[in-house]
């Protein structure tokens, strides 16, 4: 039975606009131990959100008015809580995409209820390996500031001391906030894959290598002898730079 660190059960937000479905579901996985809210669009969904901090948010892409991909990115935006979305078979496209904004993982329809709390239980064991974020928790986006840089979080924009922002892909961008919300922490490659791309990454173990290396080309003065992101041998990475901003 899946449960929260103060052993209540953990909190689902479903998000679907069939009623068949969330009234399913939600029988389902509360015999399995979950505590359910189900909203049947976005807008219903961010009414739960001003009142309410899931663990976990199961959502449909394909809703009408809101998108799915367009709550995701604000949930991206504001909170840390992990996304699992709900996908028709032939959404490929919207699947790359939602997984690019960082979900957690997906499930194309039609599934068994048995395989997405099997999901449900593997994002809820990730997650909680992960450093908490309680800034993100309260839904705020602040901007930081590191070595001369400032990091507008909700903007995705980076400037540096002479104010010329530099440009960072969507991966570059979630990589760097996950450095700065968690400065001093050693996070390893699977917590960074979990941070940035979630599932999208599991087939690209050295990825994270990658994509550090680009990123020390744009924030370090140094790239060879990085200053800011410190590697650990045998544990992954470090941000070694003083946060400031962060609540």
């Known amino acids: 039975m899946p449960l929260t660190t103060d052993d209540t059960p953990a909190h689902l937000l479903l998000i679907d606009d069939h009623r068949d479905i969330r009234e399913t579901l939600t029988r389902y996985l509360e015999r399995h131990g979950l505590r359910v809210t189900a909203a049947e669009?976005?807008?219903?969904?961010?009414?739960?959100?001003?009142?309410?901090?899931?663990?976990?948010?199961?959502?449909?892409?394909?809703?009408?008015?809101?998108?799915?991909?367009?709550?995701?990115?604000?949930?991206?935006?504001?909170?840390?809580?992990?996304?699992?979305?709900?996908?028709?078979?032939?959404?490929?496209?919207?699947?790359?995409?939602?997984?690019?904004?960082?979900?957690d993982d997906y499930v194309p329809k039609p599934f068994e209820p048995r395989e997405l709390l099997a999901r449900i239980k593997a994002v809820l064991r990730r997650s909680?390996?992960?450093?908490?974020?309680?800034?993100?928790r309260r839904g705020e986006s602040p901007r930081v500031e590191f070595d001369g840089w400032v990091l507008d979080l909700g903007r995705r924009e980076l400037t540096g001391a002479d104010g010329v922002a530099v440009s960072l892909?969507?991966?570059?961008?979630?990589?760097?906030?996950?450095?700065?919300?968690?400065?001093?922490?050693?996070?390893?490659?699977?917590?960074?894959?979990?941070?940035?791309?979630?599932?999208?990454?599991?087939?690209?173990?050295?990825?994270?290598?990658?994509?550090?290396?680009?990123?020390?080309?744009?924030?370090?003065?140094?790239?060879?002898?990085?200053?800011?992101?410190?590697?650990?041998?045998?544990?992954?990475?470090?941000?070694?730079?003083g946060v400031r901003g962060l609540p």
């Open 128 to 136: 909680r390996s992960l450093p908490v974020d309680p800034a993100r």
């Open 41 to 103: 669009d976005a807008a219903a969904a961010r009414r739960v959100l001003r009142t309410a901090a899931p663990d976990l948010v199961v959502l449909d892409i394909m809703m009408p008015g809101e998108d799915g991909l367009s709550l995701c990115r604000h949930l991206r935006e504001t909170t840390d809580v992990p996304v699992i979305f709900l996908t028709a078979l032939g959404e490929s496209t919207d699947r790359v995409i939602g997984l690019e904004m960082g979900a």
């Open 169 to 241: 892909s969507t991966s570059e961008f979630l990589l760097l906030e996950a450095f700065v919300r968690h400065p001093g922490i050693v996070l390893s490659r699977d917590q960074l894959l979990d941070l940035t791309k979630g599932r999208a990454a599991d087939a690209f173990d050295r990825s994270i290598d990658n994509q550090v290396s680009r990123l020390r080309r744009k924030v370090e003065s140094d790239p060879r002898n990085p200053a800011l992101i410190k590697t650990v041998w045998g544990g992954g990475y470090c941000f070694a730079a």
